[in-house]
C-alpha cells in the first residue's frame, strides 16, 4: 500500500481517536507533528478539548453539534439567533463558538494537511455513482415458480426505492434457491441505498459476492469500495480501488480516476 494514501484518514474522526486515546502509537506521532505545524489544527483541538471540558467526552453529541453547523453553513445567522436569546446560558453560546470554530475549519478546506482527504471532490464523485441505484435484475414473467414471484415482487419494491421492503422480500427467498448469490447483491445493494444505511451489512454480502465467481463479482467489488470510502474505512477502500484498476475489471476506469485523485 503506497504510503501516500495515508492522507485520506478523515479529520475529524482521527483526531477525536487521538484525544480519545485510542489511536495507535505511530499515528498519534505523525499527527502531533501535523498538529505542530499548523495553526488551524491547534485551534480545532483546543476547542475540542474545551467542549470536552464544559460538557463532557461525549463525542457523539459533539459530532452531532458540528454537523448541524456544517450543514446550515450560516455561522453568522446562528451566531445572531444565540446573541439575540439573552435567557440562553452563556455555556450554550460558549459551546456553539466552539463547534463554529471546528466546522468553519471543516468548511474552509483547512485540513488539507496531512491527515486528510485532499480537496478532489471524491466525496462528490462517490456520491454521484450511488444517485441512481444499479439496474435490477430481469422481469419475471408467466412464472409459476415460488423464487420467481418472490423476484418479482422484489424487483417492484426495488424500483420503488423501498428498500426496507425490498430487503424483506429477499428474506424470504429457500435458502437452497439456486439465485442465493444474486440475493447476497441486492441485500447489500439495499442497505447501501436505504436511509439510514447499514454499511455493514452492505459490505458483509457484498464481500461475499466480490469473493465468488458469480456474473456480479465485478459489480459487487466496485459497491464494496464505495461502500468502504463512505464508511470511511479509508485504507480498506484503496485497496480494493487498487484491485480494480490493476485488472480488467467493471468500473476500472472510474476507479483510476479516484486513485489519482487522492494520489494528487
Known amino acids: 500500500m503506497n504510503e501516500k494514501y495515508n492522507r485520506i484518514l478523515p479529520s475529524l474522526e482521527l483526531i477525536l ?57 450560516q455561522l453568522k445567522t446562528h451566531h445572531s439567533s444565540f446573541s439575540q436569546s439573552e435567557a440562553k446560558s452563556k455555556s450554550l453560546l460558549f459551546n456553539f463558538r466552539i463547534a463554529a470554530t471546528i466546522a468553519f475549519f471543516l468548511l474552509a478546506g483547512l485540513f488539507a494537511i496531512y491527515f486528510i482527504i485532499p480537496q478532489n471532490n471524491v466525496g462528490d464523485m462517490i456520491s ?86 458469480h456474473r456480479l463479482n465485478e459489480q459487487a467489488t466496485w459497491f464494496l469500495a464505495l461502500t468502504y470510502y463512505k464508511k470511511r474505512e479509508w485504507s480498506k477502500a484503496m485497496e480494493v480501488f487498487e484491485k480494480i484498476s490493476r485488472s480488467n475489471l467493471y468500473k476500472k476506469k472510474e476507479a483510476k480516476q479516484i486513485i489519482e485523485l487522492l494520489s494528487d
Not at 47 to 60: F, T, V
Request: glycine fraction near 4%; include cysteine; hydrophobic fraction near 35%.
Open 128 to 213: 454521484a455513482h450511488l444517485k441512481t441505484p444499479y439496474e435490477a435484475p430481469e422481469v419475471f414473467r408467466n412464472s409459476a415458480g415460488s423464487s420467481d414471484v418472490i423476484w418479482s415482487d422484489f424487483i417492484a419494491a426495488y424500483q420503488n426505492k423501498d428498500f426496507e421492503k425490498a430487503i424483506a422480500i429477499l428474506e424470504e427467498l429457500p435458502d437452497s434457491a439456486s439465485s442465493q448469490m444474486n440475493a447476497r447483491f441486492y441485500k447489500g445493494l439495499c442497505n447501501l441505498y436505504k436511509r439510514p444505511s447499514n454499511l455493514t451489512k452492505t459490505i458483509n454480502h457484498l464481500t461475499v459476492v466480490s469473493a465468488s465467481d
Open 17 to 73: 481517536d487521538y484525544l480519545d486515546g485510542i489511536l495507535d502509537a505511530q499515528a498519534s506521532s505523525e499527527l502531533e507533528k501535523a498538529i505542530e505545524g499548523s495553526d488551524e489544527l491547534k485551534s480545532i483541538i483546543e476547542g475540542i478539548s474545551l467542549y470536552y471540558e464544559s460538557e463532557g467526552r461525549d463525542r457523539d453529541k459533539l459530532e452531532a453539534y458540528v454537523e448541524q453547523v456544517r450543514i446550515n453553513q
